[in-house]
């Protein structure tokens, strides 16, 4: 269980596979497992790292001010530990915020990105969404927090046909809860974070992607983001909820892996026919 030291923290990571770089972020949750339905598809063709954000899982516990782009100078000290000079990037919500903040900060670094299931700007139903569930988490504590979050990530036919799979996602992720004060920080940083606009400054190319049932960062959201970031690619995949990785792993799996292998070798996206697709021409 491989660990970085950075200046102020320490993160734990795993690799799995060889070939180019492709480094990835989970959501609020923060914990690299996130991505295992990933592994034995993408880790055939590349060289994938996935690590659990400072403050969740095996990582440290530093109680600091979370933010987006502290998040991001992670993943870079990441890279560097590993000697990685340019990478892939795959980010989940919270990730995709990550993968913003990397394009726009070290857009060197960065040799393409998906945004999954993230938001350019927060709305009102993002900031309603999580300011219940941080106040849930104040006032009920963390196994009440960790039961509702189910109505937030998946959709309603997954949770009636998965409850004991379910309650076993749930038991393990209490064993590993952070404390109330890092939880509370990371969600004030992903509430507070919006670049909007600013997406126009991306030249990376980039997959926007998202479930069309995804009830935590509606298709809107990415819609949005499509927009906003020039060039970019969009899939909206047909059902699976804000974690389609979980629920719909095939089709999560062969929609990002088919465009990661487009841009890695250059050819031209081919979308699967499942899901809904635009290409931004805006310059």
């Given at each position: 269980?491989?660990?970085?030291?950075?200046?102020?923290?320490?993160?734990?990571?795993?690799?799995?596979?060889?070939?180019?770089?492709?480094?990835?972020?989970?959501?609020?949750?923060?914990?690299?497992?996130?991505?295992?339905?990933?592994?034995?598809?993408?880790?055939?063709?590349?060289?994938?790292?996935?690590h659990?954000?400072?403050?969740?899982?095996?990582s440290?516990?530093?109680?600091?001010?979370?933010?987006?782009?502290?998040?991001?100078?992670?993943?870079?000290?990441?890279?560097?530990?590993?000697?990685?000079?340019?990478?892939?990037?795959?980010?989940?919500?919270t990730?995709?915020?990550i993968a913003?903040?990397?394009?726009?900060?070290?857009?060197?670094?960065?040799?393409?990105?998906?945004?999954?299931?993230?938001?350019?700007?927060?709305?009102?139903?993002?900031?309603?969404?999580?300011?219940?569930?941080e106040?849930?988490?104040?006032?009920?504590?963390?196994?009440?927090?960790?039961?509702a979050?189910?109505?937030?990530?998946?959709?309603?036919?997954?949770?009636?046909?998965?409850?004991?799979?379910?309650?076993?996602m749930?038991?393990?992720?209490?064993?590993?809860?952070?404390p109330?004060?890092?939880?509370?920080?990371?969600?004030?940083?992903?509430?507070?974070?919006?670049?909007?606009?600013?997406?126009?400054?991306?030249r990376?190319?980039?997959?926007?992607?998202?479930?069309?049932?995804?009830?935590?960062?509606?298709?809107?959201?990415?819609?949005?983001?499509?927009?906003?970031?020039?060039?970019?690619?969009?899939?909206?995949?047909?059902?699976?909820?804000?974690?389609?990785?979980?629920?719909?792993?095939d089709?999560?799996?062969a929609?990002?892996?088919?465009?990661?292998?487009?841009?890695?070798?250059?050819?031209?996206?081919?979308?699967?026919?499942?899901?809904?697709?635009?290409?931004?021409?805006?310059?």
């Amino acid at each position: 269980m491989p660990s970085v030291r950075l200046s102020d923290g320490e993160l734990f990571y795993e690799v799995h596979g060889s070939g180019p770089p492709l480094i990835t972020a989970a959501g609020l949750g923060g914990v690299g497992s996130f991505w295992a339905p990933q592994l034995g598809s993408w880790s055939a063709h590349f060289r994938v790292v996935v690590h659990d954000h400072r403050g969740t899982g095996q990582s440290s516990r530093d109680l600091i001010t979370y933010s987006v782009p502290q998040m991001a100078r992670d993943v870079i000290g990441l890279a560097d530990a590993l000697g990685i000079e340019r990478f892939h990037f795959a980010g989940h919500s919270t990730g995709a915020s990550i993968a913003q903040e990397l394009a726009l900060t070290y857009p060197d670094r960065v040799l393409s990105l998906v945004l999954a299931s993230g938001w350019a700007r927060p709305d009102p139903w993002f900031t309603r969404c999580f300011e219940t569930r941080e106040r849930l988490l104040r006032s009920a504590g963390a196994e009440a927090y960790v039961r509702a979050q189910a109505l937030f990530i998946f959709p309603p036919w997954w949770v009636s046909d998965n409850d004991d799979r379910l309650q076993s996602m749930e038991e393990a992720q209490l064993k590993h809860f952070p404390p109330t004060e890092i939880v509370s920080s990371r969600i004030a940083a992903i509430t507070s974070y919006g670049p909007g606009d600013e997406l126009n400054r991306i030249r990376t190319p980039s997959l926007v992607t998202c479930a069309d049932d995804d009830h935590l960062t509606p298709p809107h959201f990415s819609l949005d983001m499509h927009r906003l970031i020039p060039g970019s690619d969009l899939a909206i995949l047909p059902t699976g909820g804000h974690f389609n990785n979980v629920t719909m792993p095939d089709q999560f799996n062969a929609t990002i892996l088919g465009w990661l292998l487009a841009k890695l070798h250059g050819h031209q996206w081919s979308a699967p026919d499942y899901v809904k697709t635009a290409t931004a021409h805006h310059a």
